[in-house]
């Protein structure tokens, strides 16, 4: 069952923050985050294990709520290079086979 | 560390042609896997491959596709008689291991059928 990514595409100007969210319908043993460029291959960004953690990766942070099979993505203080296509993926049972969400197109305006 | 090398980068096969695409994983890694994607859509699994054994293909048309990853080489998508509807940039990505690994991915193989 494919994860549900919300917004489908956000604009933001420099220095704004933004959050995608990924729900699943299904529990997770884990969720990864990553992010595409045009043209280019997904860049791994962070994982999170169940049990609720939350990560850090420079401004770029993440959550997962284990009850509710939800993880999001904070991107604070945003910068042009945060541009791209960010997807999440998710797995159910530590085989590390990952479902990917349809993504979220986000655009950073000088 | 060269990362997981894909290639050809680009592939152009006239219908009913064969597509071979190559992948090999970063060092040290053993789990690799295959994904499609369409142009402004998402990342589709296809296959899951260990050293000479598929884990899971249930994500790979059972008709004309076929993966393996063999002790000695690089693992190989192959698309028998291509149709245009497989023109897609294909995507490997392996893994240390499972559990706690993020995916390392290729650049891809972006296929065109004419």
């Known amino acids: 069952q494919q994860p549900v990514q919300s917004p489908q595409a956000v604009i933001l100007r420099e220095g704004e923050d933004a959050v995608i969210n990924c729900s699943s319908s299904k529990a997770l043993y884990s969720v990864h985050w990553y992010r595409q460029k045009h043209g280019e291959a997904p860049v791994f960004l962070m994982i999170?294990?169940?049990?609720?953690e939350q990560k850090g990766h420079d401004k770029i942070s993440a959550s997962f709520n284990e009850k509710k099979q939800q993880s999001s993505l904070y991107l604070t203080a945003s910068q042009l290079s945060y541009s791209g296509t960010y997807f999440c993926?998710?797995?159910?049972?530590?085989?590390?086979?990952?479902?990917f969400g349809g993504g979220t197109r986000l655009m950073v305006k000088p | 560390n060269a990362g997981v090398m894909q290639n050809p980068r680009h592939l152009v096969r006239r219908r009913g042609q064969e597509a071979r695409l190559r992948c090999s994983p970063m060092?040290?890694?053993?789990?690799v896997y295959w994904y499609r994607q369409l142009p402004e859509e998402g990342l589709k699994f296809m296959v899951y491959?260990?050293?000479?054994?598929?884990?899971?293909e249930s994500g790979m048309p059972k008709e004309r596709f076929s993966a393996e990853f063999p002790k000695e080489g690089p693992s190989i998508l192959r698309i028998q008689q291509v149709v245009r509807g497989d023109s897609a940039a294909y995507f490997c990505?392996?893994?240390?291991?499972?559990?706690?690994?993020?995916?390392?991915f290729g650049s891809g193989t972006r296929l065109t059928v004419v």
């Open positions: 060092k040290g890694h053993s789990h």
């Open positions: 993926g998710t797995d159910l049972d530590s085989g590390n086979m990952l479902t």
């Open positions: 999170l294990l169940k049990g609720g």
């Open positions: 990505a392996s893994s240390l291991a499972t559990g706690n690994y993020g995916y390392t």
């Open positions: 491959l260990q050293k000479e054994n598929i884990i899971d």
